[in-house]
């Protein structure tokens, strides 16, 4: 083999790109001994010095901004971005995630002589491409929620945004689904050896739909630590049957990546194999490239061995180094425009506002008794906010947090972050309103010696503002008890945590004039609450403004319009096992399935205002059965309120017949959030409606032919147990020949 050996590195013919990609990569890795090209298969890259080539860690994380690499712009936690119903604002989070990454990756590059390190690489775990199928996930924080439909046009606008920049010959950064397939159990055991039966029929209707637009669109795919169907996921077949054959992973810089310790975790949990190198073979051969690891250090002995060839190891390097290279990685900086972020373009004013306009969209009002809300500075003279969640910083980020360096250190002092206790402030101290704070309970204390003081100020309050429910307990810094969310921690019910309720119940028994903001990862069976408080605003994980979006929206400045993006149960009896991922097992899972009614449905949630729905018809009403025809469907929202607003026109479909006991009841297959529409003016809203969205499992997953009834609705009728307010809707027909 011909080795190079020019010292400059400008002079390798791999950094210059004006050669084809393909070009270069083959004369690099041509250039490559066996060992350097093992070498390069773990995150953990070293540098190639004889070949010019620099370090590379290719472990970085994305998810509702950067993580791990202390200052950053830190959005809504996914679920609440996804109660948006907005590809628009999540593809901007994705473009300043992007951006911000771009310039952490310029200053880490200088300060360390040209390589790559831990966090500041351009490669991004994220966004994630499961589904929220039970309540109780630790994890589901950090999904798009229950709807299959709904999480794949948010990936997509994920994606997108982190990928595709102004310069579009290269990536601005590289997009890493994860994590594939199925994953939605954090209780260790079994997370780390999970390994159910799941039906074609759940896996193509469910699973699989975010996958396929992933393998389409994004740069990298992860491999999960779940088994499906007697395989762990990072040597499954679907990797290469399901993935590249079928949903055609296959551009020259798609590659997979295992989640961290999953071929490891094939010998120790699984116990799969009798050691490292069975599994590093396993991995390969199942069409894994790159390791977060060590495992495949072992390749060698796998090749020695006869169980793995040298065409292997040659193909996953070049697709990895085709990956850097479609980043720029490799390019003159003066031919790359990326490389002009700077610490300017983190957490920039620009930025902090896109943050803020995604808080006040992603926010979700569930209860408005009496119109209480919003509450006008002009009328009160004493606000009392109480609750420990009014007044905390790590309540704002949720699981995969940034603001801090590695996952325990503490909160940088300068991440701007607004609590929902300085929100509301800045809403009413201005306009002579005191704002008084009492912590009343920790979320999860027994220790209620708190409660005398705030029932002793709501006494003489104008209202009383409680902000509490459940905390992430990412990296031990939670300190939420049994009931937190997050990494390695599933919920054991879905109960309000320790003694919340009850102080609420004393609040509330002294002033009726009660709010509650719920801060949460997932749903609370807050069954009380829902039936007693007059309002409930639900903030999420909020983000970097998630408190000033608290106050806007609780003062009228803005109408609340998010919507719930998965369905909040009356409480753990009405969700199946944990363990069992069948969508069907009584009473169901997700509004797909459920028979009963919950305490809040899928696509729940109120404005200030209210508005009637005209219109209605598809255009056109027959399509062909099969793939890739559109229909077009609109209404007419008419603002009949006082206040403007933006509402989200929601389009359902309802099967022409039960195929089996799998099919749902009723689909979301269409969206589209509206403009900001006046008091007493009208917008035609109009969202499209695709074959490919309405297939379903007969004889093939595909459009089955018949009349679909069409629902069009801003919330689905009948929307909880406690819920009074019903949201106009439209039906219409469209029929597939």
């Known amino acids: 083999m011909l080795l190079f050996t020019i010292a400059v590195v400008g002079a390798f013919p791999w950094f210059d790109n004006t050669l084809p990609r393909r070009e270069r990569v083959a004369m690099l890795v041509g250039n490559m001994t066996t060992q350097e090209k093992i070498a390069q298969m773990v995150v953990a890259a070293p540098a190639i010095d004889r070949l010019g080539v620099g370090s590379y860690h290719w472990r970085n994380n994305v998810l509702h901004g950067d993580v791990d690499n202390g200052v950053s712009t830190q959005f809504t936690q996914a679920i609440g971005m996804a109660a948006s119903f907005s590809p628009a604002l999540v593809y901007k989070a994705g473009r300043v995630s992007a951006n911000e990454q771009r310039a952490k990756y310029n200053i880490a590059l200088k300060q360390n002589n040209g390589s790559s390190v831990m966090n500041y690489g351009l490669d991004l775990w994220g966004p994630v491409g499961n589904l929220m199928r039970d ?79 992933c393998a389409k669109k ?77 495992v495949f250090h072992h390749l060698s002995d796998a090749l020695e061995a006869g169980t793995i060839e040298t065409s292997q190891l040659d193909l996953a390097v070049s697709r990895l180094f085709t990956a850097r290279m479609a980043a720029g990685t490799f390019d003159p900086p003066a031919t790359v425009m990326y490389s002009n972020l700077t610490q300017a373009d983190i957490q920039s004013p620009e930025n902090l506002q896109i943050a803020e306009d995604v808080a006040l969209r992603s926010q979700v009002l569930v209860k408005n008794q009496d119109n209480m809300l919003p509450l006008k500075p002009s009328s009160l003279k ?24 590695g996952g325990n250190g503490p909160i940088l002092q300068n991440c701007s972050l607004t609590t929902p206790l300085q929100g509301i402030k800045d809403a009413y101290e201005p ?15 027994n220790d209620t010696s708190g409660f005398a003081d705030a029932v002793a100020q709501a006494k003489t309050a104008d209202y009383v503002i409680f902000v509490g429910g459940n905390r992430n307990c990412q990296g031990g810094q939670g300190k939420g008890g049994v009931h937190c969310e997050g990494e390695g921690h599933d919920r ?54 998630g408190g000033e979006a608290v106050g806007q929206l609780l003062s009228g400045v803005v109408s609340p319009s998010g919507k719930l993006p998965m369905t909040w149960p009356v409480g753990v009896e009405q969700v199946p096992p944990k363990l069992d991922m069948a969508l069907d097992t009584p009473p169901g899972r997700t509004y797909r399935h459920l028979t009963e009614m919950p305490l809040y449905k899928f696509g729940f949630g109120l404005t200030y205002t209210t508005v009637e729905l005209s219109g209605g018809l598809a255009s056109p009403n027959v399509l062909p059965a099969a793939v890739g025809f559109v229909a077009t469907v609109c209404a007419t929202i008419k603002n009949t309120g006082a206040y403007a607003t933006e509402e989200v026109l929601q389009v359902y479909a309802m099967p022409p017949r039960k195929y089996s006991s799998k099919t749902p009841n009723t689909y979301l297959v269409g969206f589209q959030r509206s403009t900001l529409i006046a008091p007493q003016a009208s917008q035609e809203v109009c969202a499209e409606v695709s074959t490919t969205s309405l297939r379903l499992m007969d004889t093939s997953f595909a459009p089955q032919p018949g009349a679909y009834e069409i629902t069009l609705c801003t919330a689905p009728p009948n929307a909880g147990k406690f819920v009074i307010t019903q949201s106009p809707y439209v039906n219409t027909t469209l029929s597939l020949q």
């Open 218 to 294: 994004s740069v990298s795919i992860m491999c999960s630590y779940n088994g499906i169907n007697g395989y762990p996921m990072c040597m499954s077949p679907m990797l290469k049957a399901v993935l590249k054959d079928e949903f055609g992973f296959t551009k020259p810089e798609n590659y997979v990546v295992t989640d961290s310790g999953a071929l490891e975790f094939m010998v120790s949990k699984y116990h799969r194999f009798q050691n490292t190198t069975q599994a590093a073979a396993a991995g390969l051969n199942a069409g894994v490239d790159l390791n977060s690891g060590t």
């Open 135 to 213: 309540p109780r996930w630790g994890r589901g924080q950090e999904t798009y929620g229950e709807d299959p439909f709904l999480a794949t046009k948010l990936t997509e606008a994920f994606v997108d945004g982190l990928q595709n920049g102004p310069q579009t010959d290269i990536y601005q950064t590289l997009a890493t689904c994860k994590a594939f397939a199925a994953y939605g159990v954090d209780e260790e055991p079994p997370r780390l050896s999970f390994d159910p039966n799941i039906t074609e029929t759940d896996l193509r209707q469910y699973y699989f739909p975010a996958w396929e637009l």
């Open 431 to 445: 306009h002579g309103v005191e704002v008084t704070y009492s912590f009343g309970v920790a979320v999860e204390s």
């Open 492 to 545: 054991p019910d879905l109960q309000m945590p320790g003694q919340q309720t009850k102080l609420m119940q004393q609040l509330y028994q002294v002033n009726k004039n009660f709010i509650l903001v719920v801060v949460t990862g997932g749903p609370i069976s807050m069954n009380w609450e829902a039936q007693y408080a007059p309002a409930i605003l639900v903030m999420w994980y909020g983000g970097s403004r």
């Open 382 to 405: 004493k606000l009392l906010v109480v609750g420990w969640g009014a007044n905390d910083t790590y309540s704002l980020l949720g699981n995969y947090m940034g603001c801090e360096f």
